[in-house]
């Protein structure tokens, strides 16, 4: 299967070098805890291993299609699920406030999924059906951060370039989707909003699950299940030399660097004059699918981070990435930020 790629290419480079993934960033790990029942792994992040251990007591008391809701009649909320290498068993993650939650059960996982910043979305043309492999002409991208707009509501946003406009002003890939590899997973809808429609931003918002749809929209940057998901604490700003990270579907998780300097600035201004739409660049390398997808600072020691931007394109002699700042896109939008509750 192949992928158009969703990312612009600009033809100037700043001249900083590139950095690469941190490992180790924090102390913000999963602590293991004592299992019960048929749980092979029981850790938590943020909590007690007692208030862990009663909310997988509860989880091993049913069978997989019921994890969700035994999760929420123990006080957590369920972020996501996925099986094993090998599909013998799965892991779930859970948040609370700024705790987090993982248990490994037997079997396949069960469809739980809802929004997070970092996941791998799909944007098509054509209808998007759950469970069926992606269309030809679709592009993968990256999820970013959560907003409450002025109505009440949640959306989700992601890169502009990956929905596309058509010289008409309409949407070239209205359908969006949260994948599980291979296949489509949750069914998000069409594009709300578009930025590039009026605004050199390059920003769109989908339709966040939730509001008795059974799914969750949590504002918290996804990490995988081996790690604690980092915890969206407010709006954080795109100062030079401010160290910062990113995640995309195709870089991975923990991407970190700095925003270039300020002696940069007339070379993002040109950039910006190019690709039509604001940028701050970064010494971080990145690759097509990483569009879209949410750019924080440097993590805390608890796992807190504050949301900064949304990757937007790379520079072709290095692969550096640029960004959108998220300041003029929630401006933009009438909306704010959703962040995770203390």
């Known amino acids: ?11 100037l480079a700043l001249h900083a070098a ?14 293991p805890c004592a299992t019960s029942g048929d749980a092979s792994i029981v850790a938590v992040a943020g909590a007690l291993c007692p208030e862990a251990e009663a909310a997988a007591a509860q989880v091993v008391a ?5 994890e969700a809701q035994a999760l929420i009649d123990a006080g957590w909320l369920p972020v996501r699920a996925s099986s094993t290498d090998d599909e013998r068993e799965h892991d779930l993650i859970a948040t609370r406030g700024e705790a987090a939650l993982r248990i490994r059960r037997p079997g396949p996982a069960p469809d739980i999924d809802g929004w997070e910043a970092g996941r791998e979305l799909v944007f098509a043309r054509g209808r998007l059906v759950s469970g069926r492999r992606v269309p030809r002409s679709a592009v993968a991208c990256t999820s970013a951060f959560l907003v409450r707009l002025p109505s009440g509501s949640q959306g989700g946003l992601s890169a502009a370039h990956c929905g596309g406009l058509r010289k008409d002003g309409t949407v070239q890939r209205r359908n969006v989707a949260l994948r599980r590899p291979p296949q489509n997973g949750l069914i998000l809808g069409r594009v709300q909003r578009i930025l590039t429609r009026r605004l050199p931003l390059d920003a769109l918002l989908v339709p966040a699950p939730g509001d008795g749809t059974g799914r969750t929209r949590v504002p918290v940057i996804d990490r995988g299940t081996s790690r604690p998901p980092w915890k969206v604490i407010g709006l954080g700003q795109p100062d030079s030399g401010r160290r910062v990270c990113y995640s995309g579907r195709t870089s991975g998780i923990d991407q970190c660097g700095e925003i270039v300097s300020r002696r940069a ?18 010494t971080i390398r990145a690759q097509p699918g990483d569009s879209g997808g949410p750019v924080f600072s440097a993590p805390s020691a608890t796992g807190r981070v504050r949301a900064i931007g949304i990757v937007t394109l790379i520079l072709v002699d290095n692969r550096q990435m640029c960004f959108t700042p998220l300041s003029p896109v929630l401006r933009g939008l009438g909306a704010s930020l959703v962040t995770t509750p203390g």
Do not use: D, K, N
């Open 18 to 31: 590139p950095a690469s993934a941190q490992s180790g960033l924090t102390s913000w790990v999963y602590q």
């Open 1 to 11: 299967m192949r992928f158009l790629v969703p990312i612009v290419f600009a033809v």
């Open 62 to 66: 049913v069978p997989a299609a019921q």
């Open 265 to 282: 600035r007339a070379g993002e201004r040109l950039i910006s004059g190019i690709a039509g739409v604001v940028v701050r660049c970064t």
